[in-house]
């Protein structure tokens, strides 16, 4: 991704894109430009956007759960009405990636 890019005010999803990138490889090349994506006017979307994502999609959700690139907590704590979903849904999508994961590597 052009990094660039990430500092244009119009460019919200392409900073959520590099976001959840970064996230889900729970490494980032370049901190600046990751911590640019919460630094603009949008952060609340960027985050919001990010726990909705999580909350459909498994890997993205474990991926949350264990990166050290965030705190799930203070978001989590932040958007009250995405909490609820997100403890209310449990940890089977956590089990389910990690069983995935298992099965891919017992075929290798």
């Not at 603009?40 to 459909?56: K, N, P, T, V």
């Not at 009405?81 to 990636?97: I, N, P, R």
Request: glycine residues 4%; positive net charge; proline residues 1%.
């Amino acid at each position: 991704m052009y990094r660039a890019r990430l500092y244009d005010a119009s460019a919200r999803a392409y900073r959520l894109r590099y976001a959840i990138r970064c996230i889900l490889r729970d490494r980032a090349s370049d901190e600046g430009a990751f911590k640019v994506c919460f630094e603009m006017e949008d952060e609340e979307q960027i985050i919001r956007a990010i726990l909705r994502r999580g909350l459909g999609n498994p890997q993205l959700r474990s991926a949350l759960e264990r990166s050290h690139l965030i705190d799930l907590t203070h978001w989590l704590q932040r958007f009250a009405d995405l909490a609820e979903d997100y403890y209310a849904g449990g940890s089977l999508a956590f089990e389910e990636v990690d069983s995935r994961k298992k099965k891919k590597r017992a075929k290798h």
